[in-house]
């Protein structure tokens, strides 16, 4: 039963108890709410908690700047192991954290990931930002430890936990645990690290010792699976079918962009408008085949991946990265293969990035033969990872389904052909008889207004625009009456004007108020979003005046133009110098207005 | 009570004289297309939005809309242009229309496939060679046709001069296309005046033709208004004037049918606007605004009575027609080939099948038109067949034109008199009323023909032959002696018995066949035709004579007895 359907007159609580309950619950995640379900059965079978003692109590702030939602995992995980240590620890995103607040605190846990060519998750801008800043405060009183996520593939792998590490130090601030730069597979780093900083606190902190509630099915998963139903997540994915898979641009479209809808139960998997979806993909066994063939191994080899023992073709498939290539293997393979470009790479990290960021490993086994055997091809591979894509569908209007937009990545090079592995993964080989294992990346940093008459402005390009398309449908379920604008840019309005017919039907619906197209390729010039919103820079103001929340979405390059689109609107329109422009669009993202959800 | 008044009445009528909302179609992103109201208006401007039907479902599978393009004809009076208007023509057609564009059946260009973006484009640039598309199409009169007789040189000139007169004396007077294409502004000042239409022009469109005997490539009898050029030595001296011919009909509606213009009387040239200008008004008048397919001028005739109609338009123009002269036409097609024309100057008729001009491996016509173009000091004519005339060319000329005629391909030599006397409307994929293949169907479907006339020794007559993908008539279908009028995919309708002049309609011979079905017919009428024709007789005569066809009298009548 659902909060808002519980009455005073059918439930045991009277109306002031529900309204605080409701109060208490709003803007919590399923994840959460799940937690307080546990808390709150805790509670019952042992008995209210005597309330705190205040002034003796001391509590450790885990703040996490999270954007697929693997750091708001880690945060809130070491949330509920702090408070089965008796630990009082409240958890809370960077971007409901008021920055100044910070010379407040005295114990704070950082986990924050990183995005793109090093910057912050939009929930993080605001307090980067502050602790930056040339003339921020001091923060003598205040002891932290910093856990970061990342992709070392990456260039600035883990810039804003180092960020943040370094410059706390700088402010005085006490650090209690080395900085912890995890890389895709985090799971062993983060426990180690969590264990460590809670013992940390432990031995430093004053202990809370009132109101320390057993928390039953908090304690691990293990235990969690014996008492209830374990929610559907990253580790324990729900398995989903495949209802639709439709091309949405014509065959002369340069991309091949597919709409897919998976069928799921909408009492397991729950979702919102600006999530993503998980999806634990399978390699491409013929891929998997022809590396197996270039470095001569069998593919029925049985190797070992942690505890477990399983074929080499299956590993390939199934649990080992074979498309993104790092650098760290690029750099191992150096060692076995005869071959100087490689070896002179070693020693180059741009060259090494720029060699493994346009290359897959068959390009790198077939161009640089060399032996190896079985355990040691395992090692040089990384775990393979979920891919996340954004939603494409709201559960009000689509309950049973999953819509996601996916471009299909195809491209020569090297002499070979070349797939993208989740791409091609659901675009091409999933069929509709095989499960494919999905959860929800829950996105806070790009939800709808709880306002329902607050304006939008939604700016995508490409398959950035498919969280819109969500938007859209669930501000129609919900009879809001806010203005809507979409600012969409692809190549050509005939080709790859994604869901056109949607926004026609929205449109006639009266819940598409404007529309600004870029086509970049159907006029002589090239003509981008970015452009399109300088050309509208005035209507931009206006509805940012009427207080409109402003999306973006898209790949991150689109995403920095926007960005400094609307700096320059906030010059030319509205005739600020350029540190107040900026000062402006930094006060939409601190009020939260302004939401971006940013891809390689 | 009457029938309500038809909706496209009530909407030229809150038009504004033709603005609708034309411009906030073009500016409206989200679609390719315009408002469907200004898809009624925008065909007064020249131009019709259509959509690649050949894409439709797939686009929907996509989630796209279908594809829009549209068709924009243009006014060109008796189908005359200069060397460097074509080059614009041509130009636009690369550049903004899919490369290509088509010469049709009524002497003017029309492009195909042209995105909403690109129409003010298109507008502006035959615009900047002065050729406009007011009233390509819409309820209006439409391009005024005129014999290209190059020969009579001082006649054709003179008659031209009055086709120009005609199209322009029935022009539009609002200030609409200018201020939507070209100016972009508003004109202050006073409201619209359409002195000759009115604020809901007419009820249905109108086609005006100039003939000169003894040839009626224009089909001057298939035309709302008819003029046939009177000379005496060589001087103009008036025009027979002809009232309520018309091609459309509707399958299965015994109310429509095909109908030859009634000859109403001689009048001198002076006196051809007075009558121009009483026909047009007192259709204005009397048309049915309520049926569209009840509109045109042939039905209304029909209603009023030719005595009535005749009287009516008598009183409007403050003329009596006298008694009309004899005329006798001999021919509808055109002649290929260089004539010499009595100037002194040579005219070459070129073949474009079909009318359609694109560029592709192996064959260049509209590339070769543009070398011709570039040197060409004389002008262009496009014939009511769909071809084209290099008029006008000094001796001395000659050899280099007809060395790039040759070259690239436009040349009739080679080609069967049957396939030189074909016309074919343009229909799938773009045509929205098409109802099977014409054009694109047109070529194989000759040479199966073909291959029967070799087969019973004909392969040297002339048989006019046309087809259409629907019962509408651009090309004239129903005075062909033989043709195919589309009826669904791959199924027309045979209709047989012109005369092979233009001066009596053919007859529905056998309905809805497919093409086996279709050439079964031929086969074994060719073969009755080869072994009974008198000499010089041609099919459409040998299949009245025979009695295989019962001639149409009155077609209001007898069409679809």
């Not at chain 2, 024709?533 to 005569?541: I, L, V, Y």
Request: proline share 5%; charged share 25%; with cysteine.
């Amino acid at each position: 039963m659902a909060l808002s359907q519980l009455h005073a007159l059918t439930s045991p609580v009277d109306d002031q108890q529900l309204r605080a309950l409701q109060v208490a619950l709003k803007g919590m995640s399923s994840t959460q709410i799940a937690w307080v379900s546990g808390y709150l059965a805790g509670i019952g079978s042992s008995g209210l908690p005597a309330p705190a003692e205040p002034k003796a109590v001391e509590t450790v702030t885990i703040l996490y700047g999270s954007q697929t939602g693997n750091a708001k995992a880690v945060a809130e995980q070491l949330g509920s192991q702090s408070i089965g240590q008796g630990i009082d620890a409240r958890v809370i995103s960077m971007g409901d954290f008021s920055p100044r607040k910070l010379t407040k605190e005295r114990w704070v846990l950082l986990v924050v990931s990183t995005h793109g060519e090093g910057e912050p998750p939009e929930s993080a801008y605001a307090l980067h930002a502050f602790i930056q800043d040339q003339g921020a405060a001091r923060l003598e009183q205040l002891r932290y430890a910093v856990l970061g996520l990342g992709d070392s593939s990456y260039e600035h792998f883990c810039r804003t936990a180092l960020d943040f590490d370094r410059r706390l130090a700088e402010l005085g601030a006490q650090r209690i645990l080395p900085l912890q730069c995890c890389d895709l597979d985090y799971r062993g780093d983060t426990e180690r690290w969590s264990t460590d900083a809670l013992n940390r606190l432990n031995a430093l902190a004053p202990r809370r010792t009132g109101n320390v509630v057993a928390l039953p099915g908090l304690r691990s998963h293990q235990e969690q699976s014996q008492n209830q139903a374990r929610p559907y997540d990253k580790d324990n994915p729900y398995p989903a079918t495949l209802l639709e898979n439709r091309r949405i641009t014509t065959p002369d479209a340069v991309m091949d962009v597919r709409h897919l809808a998976l069928a799921i139960d909408p009492e397991a998997l729950r979702y919102r408008p600006g999530d993503a979806l998980g999806v634990w993909i399978k390699n491409d066994p013929t891929l998997a085949e022809a590396i197996l063939t270039r470095v001569g191994l069998d593919g029925e080899t049985r190797i070992h991946l942690g505890d477990e023992e399983l074929d080499l073709r299956h590993a390939l498939i199934e649990r080992l990265e074979l498309t993104q290539l790092h650098p760290t293997t690029v750099r191992a393979w150096s060692e076995r293969a005869d071959a100087p470009e490689l070896k002179a790479l070693a020693t180059d990290a741009a060259g090494l990035r720029a060699y493994a960021g346009e290359r897959q490993l068959i390009d790198l086994v077939s161009d640089h033969p060399a032996p190896i055997d079985a355990p040691a091809l395992v090692a040089l591979l990384r775990p393979l990872q979920p891919r996340l894509y954004s939603i494409a569908s709201s559960q009000a209007e689509y309950e049973d389904e999953v819509h996601l937009t996916v471009s299909v990545v195809r491209y020569q090079a090297h002499g070979r052909d070349h797939l993208g592995a989740a791409s091609g993964f659901l675009g091409e080989r999933l069929g509709r008889d095989e499960p494919v294992r999905v959860y929800v990346a829950e996105n806070d940093a790009f939800r709808l207004p709880d306002d329902g008459d607050t304006p939008l402005i939604m700016i995508g390009a490409g398959t950035g625009v498919a969280p819109y398309r969500a938007f859209l449908q669930q501000r129609a379920a919900n009879g809001d009456r806010g203005r809507n604008w979409l600012i969409f840019g692809n190549r050509h309005f005939h080709r790859d004007f994604l869901y056109q017919l949607d926004w026609q039907a929205q449109r006639k619906a009266g819940r598409l108020d404007r529309v600004s197209l870029a086509f970049s390729r159907d006029g002589a010039q090239k003509l981008y979003v970015q452009q399109r919103l300088r050309e509208e820079g005035r209507e931009i103001l206006r509805w940012l005046d009427a207080g409109a929340h402003l999306y973006v979405c898209g790949a991150t390059a689109m995403g920095q133009a926007v960005d400094r689109a609307l700096v320059d609107i906030f010059t030319t329109e509205a005739g600020l110098d350029p540190d107040a422009a900026q000062a402006s669009v930094d006060t939409l993202r601190r009020e939260a207005r302004y939401h971006r959800d940013l891809y390689a | 009570m009457s029938a309500p008044i038809h909706e496209n009445e009530l909407l030229k009528a809150r038009s504004n004289y033709l603005r609708g909302t034309l411009r906030e179609s073009l500016a409206d992103a989200l679609t390719g297309a315009i408002s469907p109201d200004d898809t009624q208006i925008s065909k007064f401007h020249g131009f019709y939005q259509q959509d690649h039907r050949d894409r439709r479902q797939a686009r929907r599978e996509q989630y796209l809309e279908p594809y829009f393009g549209f068709m924009l004809r243009a006014r060109l009076p008796g189908g005359v242009c200069t060397p460097a208007q074509w080059l614009a023509i041509d130009g636009i057609g690369r550049e903004l229309a899919g490369g290509s564009l088509r010469l049709t059946t009524r002497q003017s260009f029309q492009y195909h496939g042209i995105l909403k973006r690109d129409i003010t484009s298109v507008i502006r640039g035959i615009n900047s060679v002065m050729i406009d598309s007011i009233g390509g199409c819409g309820d209006v009169n439409r391009n005024v046709l005129c014999n290209p007789n190059p020969v009579e040189s001082a006649l054709h000139r003179e008659v031209y001069d009055w086709a120009k007169r005609i199209s322009e004396h029935l022009l539009p007077h609002t200030r609409a296309y200018h201020e939507i294409w070209l100016d972009g502004e508003q004109v202050g000042g006073g409201e619209d005046v359409e002195p000759i239409y009115g604020k809901t022009y007419l009820p249905r469109k109108f086609k005006t033709a100039v003939a000169v005997p003894p040839h009626n490539d224009v089909d001057v009898y298939a035309n709302d208004l008819g003029f046939v050029a009177i000379a005496d030595g060589g001087r103009l001296i008036g025009f027979n004037v002809s009232a309520g011919g018309g091609m459309g009909a509707t399958h299965g509606d015994t109310a429509t049918f095909p109908r030859l213009a009634d000859v109403l009387g001689f009048v001198e040239p002076d006196q051809a606007l007075a009558v121009t200008e009483a026909v047009v008004t007192t259709q204005r008048d009397f048309g049915d605004r309520v049926d569209r397919s009840q509109a045109r001028l042939k039905y209304t005739i029909e209603r009023m009575g030719l005595e009535t109609f005749r009287a009516e338009v008598e009183r409007r123009a403050g003329i009596r027609f006298a008694p009309a002269r004899a005329v006798r036409f001999t021919d509808q097609g055109d002649r290929y080939g260089w004539v010499k024309g009595q100037d002194d100057l040579w005219h070459l008729t070129l073949y474009i099948e079909s009318g359609r001009l694109i560029d592709g491996p192996g064959h260049s016509p509209m590339a070769g038109l543009r070398e011709i173009a570039r040197i060409h000091q004389g002008d262009f004519r496009i014939t009511p067949n769909q071809n084209l005339i290099v008029a006008r060319v000094p001796e001395v000329g000659k050899a280099r034109i007809d060395a790039l005629a040759r070259e690239h391909g436009l040349l009739a030599e080679g080609h069967s008199p049957l396939r030189l006397n074909g016309i074919s409307c343009v229909a799938l994929p773009t045509c929205p009323l098409a109802m099977a293949e014409a054009e694109r169907y047109y070529p194989d479907f000759l040479a199966q023909v073909e291959r029967l006339t070799l087969k019973h020794g004909l392969a040297d007559q002339e048989i006019v032959t046309r087809i259409t993908g629907c019962p509408n008539g651009c090309a004239r279908p129903y005075l062909a002696e033989l043709a195919l009028v589309g009826k669904g995919p791959g199924r027309y309708n045979l209709m047989l018995g012109g005369d092979g002049i233009g001066t009596r309609l053919n007859r529905l011979y056998r309905e809805n066949l497919d093409e086996a079905a279709i050439l079964a017919e031929i086969d074994t009428l060719l073969g009755r035709y080869a072994a009974g024709r008198t000499p010089g007789e041609r099919f459409g005569d040998y299949l009245i004579r025979d009695g295989i066809v019962r001639p149409v009298v009155n077609p209001a009548e007898d069409f679809h007895a």
